[in-house]
């Protein structure tokens, strides 16, 4: 076995306040055939009574003033966070009011604007605008009542050209 | 349920404040005494240790049930200070110096009588040998030595293995045997000098 890890499963036991005899028959001979293992082992148990002189198990004395200046605190936390927690659900409600707002008065406005023409109304507009058109349409009614040409002869045709000549 | 303290808890996450209270009256003197050892300021470990309990109160809606409860109070405790620790380096650093320069110039073979060794001095060197040590080393080593956690649970708070609890502890204990070698050697002196 590694001194390392004998030292350390030493340690492990020394804190579990294991007594010698329950320590790993292993880690017991190692440390009883190797100089620098129980060298450590020694300076430990020192170690050990240096802390204890140095900062023996003193209770910590806390006065009321302690006490009372957490629970202070823990007060100004807890209004803390209730004020974040409406913040929040403020935040929330922001884009939904703003939606709100955007349905109350934009929407309405929108109603009066003309939607874009489609293609074939476009074309209706244009064949209505031709229809206003009333001295070509009256042409064209003329041109309907004209009787084929082959029944036309000639001294006709020349008396309606003549009409329509200016 | 085998741990009391988990059912406190559960019972506060339930809205029963009392229950709170009696965590913290439990719990209140050992986190003093843990953050003073992981700041080396009794005065900062107080208000650490408020903001530990503080801290504790607002993880009322999160907290779910797992391991012993004081690993998860010490876990609360360690972060809060190493945090802290991080915040104030330059500051510890200084104070590091200054107790240096303390140990160091003061020489108890000049001022007192011969083989007296002043618990003062003593005490500051073991503050100077806990302020040396690496975070987790520090925090380790006074989860398992001062708050005599099992290594479970200190590697429960610490959340790291076992196996990493005693190999922190081990460097740790050198580490602080290097440092306080000095005072080992006068003490031994003065026990055979009597």
Known sequence: ?166 | MTDPEVALMCAFARGEEAAFVTLYRTYRDRIIAYCTRLLGDRARAEEAAQDVFIKLYGTRDTYTERGQFSSFLYRIATNHCFNLRAQLDQRLTDRRKALDDDSHSASPREHDPAGQLANAELRSALAAALAELPDKQRAAFVLVHYQELAYRDAAAALQVSEAAVKSLIHRARISMMQRLEPHARRESEVVHAM
């Open chain 1, 1 to 166: 076995m590694q001194c390392e890890a004998v030292r350390e499963l030493w340690l492990a036991a020394h804190y579990e306040r294991q007594a010698p005899r329950e320590l790993d028959a292993s880690v017991r001979e190692h440390i009883a055939s190797c100089a620098q293992c129980a060298a450590f082992v020694a300076a430990q148990r020192e170690l050990d009574a240096l802390l204890l002189r140095a900062d023996p198990a003193e209770a910590v004395h806390v006065g009321p003033a302690f006490d009372t200046r957490f629970f202070g605190r823990l007060d100004g936390a807890r209004r803390q966070a209730a004020w974040t927690r409406r913040k929040r659900a403020f935040l929330w409600l922001t884009p939904l009011a703003a939606a709100a707002a955007f349905a109350l008065f934009l929407l309405p406005h929108r109603r009066h604007e003309q939607p874009p023409m489609a293609a074939e109304d476009l074309a209706l507009t244009r064949d209505l605008e031709l229809v206003e058109d009333l001295p070509l349409l009256r042409r064209l009614d003329e041109v309907e009542a004209y009787p084929t040409l082959s029944h036309v002869n000639e001294a006709e045709l020349n008396a309606l050209i003549a009409e329509d000549t200016p």
